[in-house]
Antibody, heavy 120, light 111 residues
Framework: EVQLVESGGGLVQPGGSLRLSCAAS????????MSWVRQAPGKGLEWVAK????????YYVGSVEGRFTISRDNAKNSLYLQMNSLRAEDTAVYYC?????????????WGQGTLVTVSS | QVVLTQSPSASASLGASVKLTCTLS???????IAWHQQQPEKGPRFLMK???????NKGDGIPDRFSGSSSGAERYLTISSLESEDEADYYC?????????FGGGTKLTVL
């Protein structure tokens, strides 16, 4: 069974930084694209970033470009999201998800999420 | 970039069927999409991938009551024999080389 477990969320002041982690098990982690998706309180799902199997290609939604960095450590079966220059509008539950269905980004497995609150 | 359009809400009675629609923007009618369910206070759950030909591939453990289909730029999720636990938000999702896009979601109420 695929398990994705996010951690690292919390309360941070505007302008601050936070690093999210996603621990993967039950899958050959290095074989899949991985994504981060967020959901602001009471809002819909918003894709944040994705990374290729070997980390060589990374893509971001425009609103986080230059502030967030996605990375992975295949030896540790882990996905990361480094978030800098955080803003109030980054407040959300952040989910990691696997790109499956024999595609890069059909998100077929999800974690339970970690809450990031940006507030003074 | 592709845009996915969903009705904000839908409702149907317990035991009935409901068909949710996700519409792909002009010029993108060949795209595959995925359907996800999000029950209250829970994370999203993958339901299925639906292609332009109307075939679908469901995730592990998804009941037979859930099915997908297509017509032109529209992708459908049909839920039959509605149960109270089907009351949830339903999102469609698609992707390109450098992006992933979600529809705005449909809130399904089971009456």
């Amino acid at each position: 069974e695929v398990q994705l477990v996010e951690s690292g969320g919390g309360l941070v002041q505007p302008g601050g930084s936070l690093r999210l982690s996603c621990a993967a098990s039950g899958l050959t982690f290095s074989s899949y694209w991985m994504s981060w998706v967020r959901q602001a309180p009471g809002k819909g799902l918003e894709w944040v970033a994705k990374i290729k199997q070997d980390g060589s290609d990374k893509y971001y939604v425009g609103s986080v470009e230059g502030r967030f960095t996605i990375s992975r450590d295949n030896a540790k079966n882990s996905l990361y999201l480094q978030m800098n220059s955080l803003r109030a509008e980054d407040t959300a539950v952040y989910y990691c998800a696997r790109g499956g269905c024999s595609t890069t980004s059909c998100l077929d497995s999800w974690g339970q999420g970690t809450l990031v609150t940006v507030s003074s | 970039q592709v845009v996915l359009t969903q009705s904000p809400s839908a409702s149907a009675s317990l035991g009935a069927s409901v068909k949710l629609t996700c519409t792909l923007s002009s010029g993108h009618s060949s795209y595959d999409i995925a359907w996800h369910q999000q029950q209250p206070e829970k994370g999203p759950r993958f339901l299925m991938k639906v292609n332009s030909a109307g075939s679908h591939n469901k995730g592990d453990g998804i009941p037979d009551r859930f099915s997908g289909s297509s017509s032109g730029a529209e992708r459908y999720l049909t839920i039959s024999s509605l149960e109270s636990e089907d009351e949830a938000d339903y999102y469609c999702q698609t992707w390109g080389t450098a992006y992933v896009v979600f529809g705005g979601g449909t809130k399904l109420t089971v009456l």
